[in-house]
Nanobody, 123 residues
Framework: QVKLVESGGGLVQAGGSLRLSCAAS????????MGWFRQAPGKEREFVAA????????YYADSVKGRSTISRDNAKSTVYLQVNSLKPEDTAVYYC????????????????WGQGTQVTVSS
């Protein structure tokens, strides 16, 4: 059983930064592929970033590449998403996701989801 709880969202001005956190249950968290997704009002959910089991491999959507960092602390069973230079179009509910059966996963291969945390970027 995998449970994911996101935190760290809030209201920030354009150009600012946020670090989102996702706390996960499970004693084998260190072997999970993890990712971040987001969904803006009236739009479909989109992939944001992914990290492998060890944290050594990462992948980013073009929309955030160059200004975002996904990382994980397996000792704390937590994955992070740091986003800098925030834009109004980054406004969305951000979700973390897990695939406990893989050490690396593509954007369509996640099985467990958190409840989301709201990020609002003002201009």
């Amino acid at each position: 059983q995998v449970k994911l709880v996101e935190s760290g969202g809030g209201l920030v001005q354009a150009g600012g930064s946020l670090r989102l956190s996702c706390a996960a249950s499970g004693r084998t968290f260190s072997s999970y592929a993890m990712g971040w997704f987001r969904q803006a009002p009236g739009k479909e959910r989109e992939f944001v970033a992914a990290v492998s089991w060890s944290g050594s491999s990462t992948y980013y959507a073009d929309s955030v590449k160059g200004r975002s960092t996904i990382s994980r602390d397996n000792a704390k069973s937590t994955v992070y998403l740091q986003v800098n230079s925030l834009k109004p179009e980054d406004t969305a509910v951000y979700y973390c996701a897990a695939n406990p059966s893989r050490r690396w996963a593509t954007p369509t291969e996640y099985d467990y989801w958190g409840q989301g945390t709201q990020v609002t970027v003002s201009s």
